[in-house]
């Protein structure tokens, strides 16, 4: 049993945004952002909102193990829908590089991209911002491998205000 509790207001972990708990099975949460969208996360990638004071909750009843209902976005609407990020830099992913070499941590962070990228296409998000920063593009070129072996992924510079140089966007095209 997970630590939330259905109308618990939560934070996703990596990301600048929250919603409440609509539905909650073993790990797996689905929360409501306040744009009214259903996304579902791992229990780990979600921290509770202590700001947050609820003075009356509504529960939601658990759906009937009928046919699975598919939420469609349509384009315009997921134009809006933030991306979430992922930071590549090391120091991100582990708590000491001792022992680490160079090629050890391009693969942590390689590695890392395909998990989430794989996360993604299973939880149905649209949009992922990798940062890896500037550097000697190494991470950067890698990544663009890795986001060519996918045909259902385009990918561009990320917004270059937010992000400067060092990060790249992707869009994940979701079959309905």
Known sequence: ????????????????????????????????????????????????????????????????????????????????????????????????????????KLNLQVDTARHQIEWAIQNRIPKLVFIHGVGQGVLKEELYFLFQRYEHIKFYDADYQKYGRGATEIYIHQNP
Do not use: C, W
């Open 1 to 104: 049993m997970s630590g939330f509790k259905i109308g618990d207001r939560v934070l996703v972990l990596d990301d600048d945004f929250g919603g409440v708990v609509a539905f909650a099975k073993a790990e797996q949460i689905t929360i409501l952002t306040d744009e009214g969208i259903e996304i579902s996360y791992h229990q780990r990638e979600l921290i509770l909102d202590r700001s947050f004071k609820v003075s009356h909750v509504v529960r939601k009843e658990e759906p009937a193990p009928k046919k699975p209902k598919t939420r469609q976005v349509s384009r315009k609407k997921a134009a809006f829908i933030p991306a979430v990020e992922v930071d590549l830099h090391i120091h991100q992913l582990v708590t000491s590089e001792r022992g680490m070499d160079a090629y050890d």
